[in-house]
């Protein structure tokens, strides 16, 4: 018994080793800023890190690292609300960065108030991404409950590009059917009948459209469709821009309680201010994002994006994304009532 | 006669006589195993290689030097480094406890070894996030005496070690119990205290396998995608393990770079494998000896 009672008070001993087990801290630059992005902008924010880096230094004389994170827009928030140490969010909808505002208020109430344009610096649509050719003739949203097309598109629980998709194709149904909601839901259920995998991220449903080959269309970020072209080479696939789509408008804003508590609130203010200058307009319109202040991009950049009719989030259809959100992504929403998995 | 010869066929046959099937029946299943074996393991792992190599092997070593991956395989093998003698020490006590003592609610501690093995590597992430997030009441405790642990590396460690947790101890209890408690009772019997018991007489004993269970602890503790994907964060050249980094670079359509890493992921783990190999290999006869495997 003696050697019992000896080996377990060594297990205690070990146990609480391990539980008080510290962490090595990671050793800091000057100012060191996270910034917890979604998906599509990993390669606009790796020219944009290094732009304002430069710009800080020349400033400031301080060296300013800045380190990225990303992944579905609602796995991020949700990252932050559990305690991701991000100085900066800039995330696919504002729906995302509430829901950081509500659980807990580390970012204040009032941040679509801070920077311009109601804290999106850039917009983007929503574009249909198709085989060369586009052997299926597709047009228009109509198109893409014809039979046989497979239309790819990532979760709308998990993925805010899903959300835009989703979105942009009920503001299209809306004309159609004279804002008959049987008939949308009839529409909108019948297309994700033609979805063959729902992927948690924007980036995955590329993958699965490009990499994987499966589908035939992919609604898909603009900037991302462009991207893909980039990627992938012209020669496989077609941009189609619909008639109509929607105008996404992916925010910033500071997390206050973080940089509060780490002092690091100047350089991200003025990072995301950065956002707004010459270069950040320019950068985000290399990368395909709609510049919020045009006039500040030259020319030959901006004419590579189309124009096409864009409804917003705040149209009465919508009614904004704190009436959207929940009327169509909360539990029991129009998703939950018009999506059932596949058998 | 013809059938005095089919009967006699299995009997004259001198390579294997324990077994009666025909040569042909022999000869399919030995093809059906390598086919199988060639297209489910050797061919993606070649392909892994044949990917990693398609720019040449300049591209392929830049992919491994790149400050970001330098960082990740960094974190990897700190993780494992950090994880994997913890697990050591704990599945020592833990197989040592159960297999040469009886108390009540043994079976019970047994079972909740083996729990990380049962539950999906999310769940065991989740556990965490759940335990530190800033909504516990660990978390901001923690926070406020300037301990991250959640999207931060002790998070990323305790997430390793507890899928790692089984692999030690489950090698060893089945072998400690084999063994059983008489030459430890001799050893005391004689004088010696408990901790020379373990040192001079349980320790050589379990020694081999002990060595494979850290040695499979290591090749997961390296490989762990699920949990760590929960706790990490994401935090490039901060908080991405290997498998992680390329997720990331494989999401980035930088697939010569994600196939880079992984080759080094394979590589060890295949490493890994090779001194398993070489340890069954010279002291097999031990090993069997010892009740190993």
Known sequence: ?343 | MAHDLSQSEPIGNVWNPATTESRTARYVLIAITLVFLGLFLFMPLVSVFVEAFRKGPAEFFAALVEPDAKAAIRLTLLVAATAVPLNLIFGVVAAWTIAKFEFKGKAFLTTLIDLPFSVSPVISGLVYVLLFSSHSVLGPWLKSHGIEVLFAVPGIVLATMFVTFPFVARELIPLMQHQGTTDEEAALSLGANGWQTFWHVTLPNIKWGLLYGVLLCNARAMGEFGAVSVVSGHIRGLTNTMPLHVEILYNEYNFVAAFAVASLLALLALVTLVLKTLLELRYGAELRAAGGH
């Open chain 1, 1 to 343: 018994m003696k050697h019992f009672r000896f080996s377990l008070s060594l297990a205690a001993a070990l146990l609480t080793a391990t539980v008080a087990f510290q962490p090595m801290s990671a050793a800091r630059a000057d100012t060191t800023l996270l910034n917890v992005s979604y998906d599509p902008t990993r390669e606009f924010y790796k020219d944009f890190n290094a732009a304002f880096a430069a710009k800080w230094k020349a400033d400031t004389g301080e060296t300013v690292t800045i380190q990225t994170s990303h992944g579905g827009s609602g796995k991020q928030a949700r990252a932050v609300i559990d305690g991701l140490d991000a100085d900066v969010v800039t995330l696919a909808l504002e729906s995302d960065i509430s829901a950081i505002v509500k659980a807990g208020n580390k970012i204040n109430p009032d941040w679509r108030t801070k920077y311009p344009h109601n804290s999106a610096p850039y917009t983007s649509t929503i574009v249909f991404l198709v085989r060369k050719g586009n052997p299926k003739g597709i047009k228009d949203w109509g198109d893409l409950v014809k039979d046989g097309v497979e239309v790819i598109t990532p979760n709308p629980k998990t993925s805010g590009g899903a959300r835009w998709n989703y979105l942009a194709a009920w503001a299209w149904a809306y004309g159609q059917y004279g804002g008959d909601e049987a008939k949308i839901k009839d529409y909108i259920a019948t297309l994700f009948q033609h979805v063959p995998v729902l992927d948690t991220g924007a980036r995955g449903s590329t993958t699965t459209f490009a990499q994987r080959e499966l589908g035939d269309v992919l609604l898909a970020w603009e900037n991302e469709a462009y991207l893909s072209l980039a990627e992938f080479g012209e020669d496989k696939f077609d941009i189609v821009v619909p008639p109509q789509s929607i105008l996404a408008e992916p925010p910033v804003a500071v997390v206050d309680a973080n940089v509060d508590a780490k002092g690091t609130r100047k350089a991200a203010e003025a990072y995301l201010q950065y956002l707004y200058s010459e270069e950040g307009q320019t950068l985000a319109a290399k990368h395909f994002y709609r510049p919020a202040e045009p006039e500040l991009v030259p020319a030959d950049v901006l004419k590579k994006i189309p124009e096409l009719k864009l409804v917003t989030i705040d149209d009465p259809i919508f009614g904004g994304w704190a009436k959207a959100q929940p009327y169509h992504f909360g539990d029991g929403g129009t998703f939950d009532q018009i999506y059932k998995p596949k058998q």
